[in-house]
């Protein structure tokens, strides 16, 4: 994009157009001129939109293709909400009813929570394609979201990505409206302070989860399914000897698509999934200190409201201003709660929240339900073997260590990212038989012999680990108030997707 320098870009207007190939549809937030045909133009026409500013047209994508269709959502909500969806096969572009229901059970706990608004229309974005998914992208009238072509078309595939349209959408509330004073800057050439993405991502990290199982993208026992996995892996992150929460914001730029290797020691973008740990915290102990009268929710229509509707609008905050607006709710010493949390260096996880939910962090021999559900739906790939939380080893199915756990048995055995397992106690690798020799080793002396190549080089290499496996589960604490079951019920009387059709005996 290029604009004139030393200006705003706030203050630059400009008028966007666009020309498609003859038949495909247009998906954006930017509001089309006049009465023409839109989303899908006419043949070799072209589609004019309202003058807007150059900050807008960076914030405004546009999707187009030719297997298009546009579904209005949520009629009864002003203003109104759309989802647009391009797809490389005609019947992937029309969504299933389950997931148009959960989309319109999604605005209406998006209306519920923020009580506010900061667009004129929301679009999502959708793009179901396994040449050009992968992707979320925040915007403050629309976000772009991309996912294999058939990552939505039943539940057990959905399970992956629930959270994600879910996430994105609070963005436009936490992130595009209010955002950290260091991360507005007045044109796309100031270089952005990541120093607060823990609210800015952390805490949409929270209410994408929140919202995905208030909205039915997910059940309430697959939410802590995977709040069990996400805290086991942050719980099990030696970088946390050396390196901050604080310090993956401050380094994002730089962990952001870094090799996996090692990551365990060198941490990832960790404010994310951190900052959903101490977030869940944050929302118990309110309900702690108020008999569940009060909640993060409150703090939502203070922190995220203010100012009531507007249009698109970008209001920077400071770490004051969350202080004194926690405050608000309940008062706490919010200031250090969060420096605790944020810039000490804490060897263990924040599980602070998942207890006073009711709830507890083990460990059992078979994974949680919802994790063998990835599993089995991940694309060949992408599956894995997972022994991280025993032996201390991700792999790909064929047997490449993708990464090794720092001070892990198989570190200990000097394993490392990159080199293949050929073979396991004399058979050829498989994903089966390493985790029979899992089992087997449990309780005995003899070690896991494995057959290693790295590079040309073979070596044999002996694991001694004798625990069995090990995957994470919440188990419920009895008699204690179960205030994660609170968290994850609908503020409004959530939508039931169409019966299906009976089927004749
Ligand atoms: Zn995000």
Known sequence: MLYPANTPVHDIPIQPS??????????????????????????????????????????SPVITGQYFHEFPLAPTITPRHFIDVVADYPEDASLRPEVLTALNNLVREGDALFASHHYNAYHFLLTLSDVAGGEGLEHGQSSDNGVDEKELSDDAHQLAEAELLPHEFSHS??????????????????????AMLWVYEGMTQYLGNMLAARSGFETPAQYRDLLAMSAADLDYKPGRDWRSTGDTAIAASILRGSSPAWSNWKREQDYYREGNLFWLDADTLIRKLTQNKKSLDDFQKIFLAKGGNTGPLIVPYSFDELVQDLNAVVPYDWAAFLHDRVDKINPRADLGGIEQGGYKLVYKDKPNPSERTIEAMAAPRSRGVDSWYSLGLRNWTEGTIIDVRWKSPADKARLAPG???????????????????????????????????ADRFVSLVDVDYHDGERYPVLERVEGAPDYLDDITKPLTVPEKPPAPPKKDE
Do not use: C
């Not at 509330?173 to 302070?193: C, E, V």
């Open 173 to 194: 509330w936490n992130g595009k409206y209010r955002r950290p004073a260091g991360l507005y800057q007045p044109d796309f050439a100031t270089p952005q302070q990541g």
């Open 419 to 453: 080199e293949k397992i050929i073979a396991v106690n004399g058979q050829i690798f498989s994903g089966d038989a390493f985790l029979a020799a899992i089992r087997a080793a449990k309780g005995n002396s003899e070690p896991i012999h494995l057959i290693v190549q």
């Open 18 to 59: 666009v020309i498609v190939p003859a038949g495909w549809g247009i998906g954006t937030a930017l509001t089309p001129m006049g009465a023409g045909p839109y989303p899908v133009p006419a043949a070799g026409s072209t589609t004019h939109f309202a003058a807007t500013n150059v900050e807008q047209l960076e914030d």
